[in-house]
């Protein structure tokens, strides 16, 4: 989904044509013209909308696919301060932390490849979410679950994460925040907006924030420094601008890199403490993100725009790793040994938009249209340095538990290439909305892609090139005003990031993806509910087929799946006091030969967050957040997770109007459990709180 800086013109146009066939006064009639170019950037600001999962202005319970949002006062409510913390909100989604610094999140069963920022944005090919990325800068964080191509032309069965930026509002005044926690846990953070210009047709917002904190692992500490401020405003009576940039450095010691080792020799699964790791004191994994933007918008006419967007990311990280394999005896707690690595890389990305798009009338209706294409370049680089084999990180290890400077840190030699891979998309794309009567429309799009991926792979050549040809087709019926029906469809097409063998990426994979259901509301539209039924067949996935004997490296094989199973989720305001979110998602995956695939993504998942004012004491305001799983399995590893619930709790309390404080609980009944099943497997954070106190301003 999208915000625009620009809303449609014509909405104003016809609030100033109101106004001004009410005026009796000439003078007043001059006046509400003289406003038109005041009214454009400031309503912007004022009623910024969304563009649903098709691109197209819907509202979420006209958009035939399953969308979900997470607000910023949810994320401030729970103290989500990372983005791993937010997305643990949402229905439908997990969060597989298998490292202490790298995560995939996933969706019915699949891993979410498909990132956004306002509606722009790379596929993030891995799903691989690396370092510790803040939140404090979105607005909302929208997930639509299923195949999204429409947006991206690339994607997979399990849905898109856009991240939506705060963006300058009509008013100067801002907030900063202090928080103090469990493991040393120190934050602070600001948030403030101001006006440029007397008239408002400028402004600006910055947001900063600053953590430090130990870990309940052994070893384990971050830090990270952030950075985002944007400027927009009205270049002409029909044009605007914004240009904004964020940057964020992090910086991790002791992280681990792979996880904990649960296997017996004889076969039995083992149990640690939440606290150990395999980690050593000199690992360390630092990152630094810096994601630039430019947007123009001109309003052509009443009914059409054209958009013109520019996005720059650039991401590099050092590293200093270790990493602990084997099969241990059961008697003596030996049996591991290891494995250093240290790397340097850079992802340098660039992406530049141009579309238009706007309203239609025919057969007494009126449509909506978006035609565009799209350019995407990325670099990926990588550097690694070797060490002798003779070096004691690469021996046997002493018995699990070992100490934290168990191992001494190897003599790295100097750095060389390890790999480098170019990556081009481009994309032609349209879609659009047409009315057929007064309770049906229908949404088409097609995309148009030409993917081009080449370098060299720890000296294998690479040399990909594809084409792909992409439709979507979806229906909305309304049954009621209140009622509205859909099903969808949309093909899947994805290139992979896997490597076979031979060490050659894998084939993208493609397939069918369908959705239908009914999106009900409630309560004076305050309450959404929503039921969708889902399938999907995707071909040549990647599934971890070994390690390479020659290079150490994971390899793939591609392997046929089938997914089906459906969602219900319910959010809005119950009362004038009390908003809930709550879903429930339930999954079948199946191979090609009939047998479970994905066993690391839970078949069952619910959620649910509540958020209550007393309405006796109207300055406090109470919550409770959780979600249960069922059972998860690592067959490739032979490592079982039981199913699990945990319990999130919050109290604010406004001491004035412009102060509060607020107090976190985190995983109140102290369950343990591993954080992932999906790659590797660590015991997530025992009980944990946050205190934290804001003043307004």
Known sequence: MKLYNLFSLSLFTLAIQAHAQEATDANEIKQADAEVEHLLISGVRQDRISEGATGLTMEISETPQSISVITSDLMNNFAAFSINDALRLATGVTVEAWETNRTNYS????????????????????????????????????????ANGLLTGVGNASGTINYVRKRPTNETGGEVSVIAGSYDFKRIQADYNTLLTDDGRWAARFVVAGEDTNSHLDGLSDD????????????????????????????????????????????????????????????????QNTNAFVEFTHQ????????????????????????????????????????????????????????????FSAFGFEHEATFGISYAQSTDTMFNYATDFTEEAWGALPAFPYALNAIAEPDWQERTLYS???????????????????????????????????????????????????????????????????????DIYQPQEQYDLSGQYLDPTKGKNTEAGIKVQWLDENLLTTFAYFTAEQENLASYAGINPDNGQYYYNGIDVDSKGFEIEMTGQLTDDLSVILGYTAIEIEDD?????????????????????????????????GRWQSETKNTDYNVIQDSYFLLNAYASYDITNDLSVKANLNNITDEKYLSSLHSSFYYAAPINGTVSVTYRF
């Open 593 to 625: 030969q009939g047998a479970d695939a994905n066993t690391w993504a839970p078949r069952d998942y619910v959620n649910f967050s509540l958020n209550y004012t007393v309405p006796a004491l109207p300055t406090l305001t109470v919550g409770l957040s």
């Open 107 to 146: 969706s019915r069963g699949f891993e979410i490849k498909n990132t956004q920022i306002d509606g722009v944005g790379l596929p993030n090919d891995w799903g691989i979410v690396t370092g510790a990325i803040d939140a404090y800068g979105y607005e909302n964080i929208e997930v639509i679950r299923g």
């Open 420 to 490: 480098e891979i170019k990556q081009n998309l481009t994309r032609i794309f349209g879609s659009t909305k047409i009315t057929l009567s007064d309770n049906l429309f229908m949404i088409a799009g097609v995309n148009a892609i030409d993917f081009e991926r080449s370098g060299d792979n720890s000296g294998t050549t690479i040399d990909n090139s594809e084409s792909e040809l992409s439709p979507y087709v979806g229906f909305t019926y309304a049954i009621t005003q209140d009622i509205n029906a859909y099903a969808s469809y949309s």
């Open 224 to 287: 990270l420094g952030y950075f985002y401020g944007v400027v927009d405003g009205q270049l002409t009576d029909h044009s605007t601008l914004t240009v904004g940039i964020s940057h964020q450095d992090a910086n991790t010691d002791g992280n681990l890199w792979g996880g904990l080792v649960f296997n017996y020799t004889d076969g039995t699964q083992a149990q640690w403490d939440d606290s150990d790791t395999t980690s050593q004191d000199w690992a360390m994994w630092d990152t």
């Open 300 to 359: 052509i006419n009443d009914s059409w725009r054209l958009d013109v967007n520019y996005h720059k990311r650039y991401f590099e990280e050092q590293d200093k790793l270790f990493y602990a394999y084997g099969t241990l005896d059961k008697e003596t707690n030996l049996g591991l040994f290891g494995y250093p690595g240290r790397y340097d890389s850079d992802i340098d990305s660039d992406l530049l938009e141009v579309k238009t798009s706007g309203f």
